[in-house]
């Protein structure tokens, strides 16, 4: 377990819907991490947010959005569905902004129908 | 532009046989390399960091090392438990976000 946890852990929706994954992070860790894992693209990075600024961000798609609250959980927010947003969606958390281990969540898988 | 390439893609090992999973990455000034081990359906679970060339470091069976273009994550005696893909990523000076390889996926038969 590594104390990183994310609801809900599947999620089926259809075209043009919108859905909110939620990640809470380790106790401690100030900066979260969203990651998608398709099949055919591995793990590709998202959006990185560091005691509730957004620090980095990577191949995200502008129907995606994501902030942390005070708590330091996090939410990312897919609107638009689209078929091809089907995978799985990673948060990870560490303690500092970069270059240092992270740590897993379970997942959410989405599919989209 | 960090790149990190995995290979093999695929290994099959029979209990007991030793082997090693190779990532060769390219970076402009290496912040750290990392080694993740991920079960399917599950989230990468964290194994080694290594920092500069010639560090090493081993957990059980596992043994990480680093070069200047490469790094080897040996396994020693593998067993069923040790099945799974096998990340690599790289984190560097233009950016503290890892890029993350491909994988290797490791099958050890009894």
């Known amino acids: 377990d590594s104390g990183v946890t994310q609801t809900p852990k599947h999620l089926i929706t259809a075209t043009g819907q919108r859905v909110t994954l939620r990640c809470s992070p380790r106790?401690?860790?100030?900066?979260v991490y969203w990651y998608q894992q398709s099949l055919d693209q591995g793990l590709q990075f998202l959006i990185q947010?560091?005691?509730?600024?957004?620090?980095a961000k990577g191949n995200i798609l502008e129907r995606f959005s994501a902030q942390q609250f005070p708590d330091l959980h996090s939410e990312l927010n897919l609107s638009s569905l689209e078929l091809g947003d089907s995978a799985l969606y990673f948060c990870?958390?560490?303690?500092?902004?970069?270059?240092?281990?992270?740590?897993f969540g379970p997942g959410t898988r989405l599919t989209v129908t | 532009e960090d790149q990190v390439t995995q290979s093999p893609e695929a290994l099959r090992l029979q209990e007991g046989e030793s082997s090693s999973l190779n990532c060769s990455y390219t970076v402009s000034g290496l912040r750290g390399l990392f080694w993740y081990r991920q079960d399917p359906g599950k989230g990468p679970e964290f194994l080694f960091t290594l920092y500069s060339a010639g560090e090493e470091k081993e957990k059980e069976r596992l043994k990480a090392t680093l070069t200047k273009k490469e790094s080897f994550l040996h396994i020693t005696a593998p067993k069923p438990e040790d099945s799974a893909t096998y990340l690599c990523a790289v984190s560097s000076g233009g950016s503290y976000i890892p890029t993350f390889g491909r994988g290797t996926s490791l099958i050890v038969h009894p």
């Open positions: 947010y560091y005691n509730g600024e957004e620090r």
């Open positions: 106790s401690g860790d100030l900066s």
């Open positions: 990870a958390s560490s303690l500092g902004q970069g270059a240092d281990e992270q740590y």
